[in-house]
């Protein structure tokens, strides 16, 4: 079946602007995680989902990030007041719970 | 929070060789994955392996969770395999993975 999928594979948006950020699982995955990866380091942990519901947001930066999965399928990370600071590839990964995780191909985000 | 270190932090190599990276990490996990992240920024994953010793081809990865400790060997080495090569650890009382900052790996031809 398809693998992990990310809409858009680029964005480019104005300081100030508010941003969506789309993840598409992998079919029958429980589990859905957001990483973000600034150049040079490795990925950082956002967010993790179980179902519908945020089982640990405690890498989310701020309350600038907010992220939905509201059927425990798609989900959608959100960025209110960009700033030039969340310029990043933002990482989407699914697994069954406990299991390994697969990554989708990332969103390059560029805050101007 | 859980520390993950990888080691070396560059490896410079000539086609063929063989190499072996390390990764330390500093709390019980139950879940540990080996990823190579291509130059086009995609993660594919290499290994799930929170404890003993798997193979896959050229590649084969050991991890000795009492110690702490993961291991990826790469035998004869070839420029596809150049890329960053990720450690990422999950703890037993959550599942969240951690990543380490990564092997950055140069295969000359």
């Known amino acids: 079946g398809a693998g992990v999928s990310q809409t858009p594979s680029n964005k480019v948006t104005e300081k100030g602007k508010y941003v969506e950020l789309r993840c598409d699982p992998i079919s029958g995955h429980t589990a859905l995680y957001w990483y973000r990866q600034s150049l040079g380091q490795g990925p950082e942990f956002l967010i993790y989902f179980q179902g519908t519901g945020a089982a640990d947001d405690s890498g989310l930066p701020n309350d600038r990030f907010f992220a939905v999965r509201p059927e425990g399928s798609v989900s959608t990370l959100k960025i209110q007041r960009t700033e030039r600071g969340d310029s990043a590839v933002y990482l989407c990964?699914?697994?069954?719970?406990?299991?390994?995780?697969?990554f989708g191909p990332g969103t390059r985000l560029t805050v101007t | 929070g859980i520390q993950v270190e990888q080691s070396p932090p560059d490896l410079i190599l000539q086609e063929g060789a063989n190499s072996t990276l390390r990764c330390n990490f500093s709390d019980s996990v139950n879940n540990l994955q080996w990823f190579h992240q291509n130059p086009w920024g995609q993660l594919i994953n290499l290994f799930y392996?929170?404890?003993g010793t798997k193979q896959n081809g050229r590649l084969s990865a050991t991890t000795v969770a009492t110690e702490r400790y993961s291991l990826l060997y790469i035998s004869s080495s070839q420029t596809t395999d150049s890329g960053v090569y990720f450690c990422a650890v999950g703890r037993i009382r959550d599942d969240k993975i951690i990543f380490g900052k990564g092997t950055r790996l140069h295969i000359l031809p």
């Open positions: 990964a699914s697994s069954l719970t406990g299991h390994e995780q697969y």
């Open positions: 392996i929170p404890s």
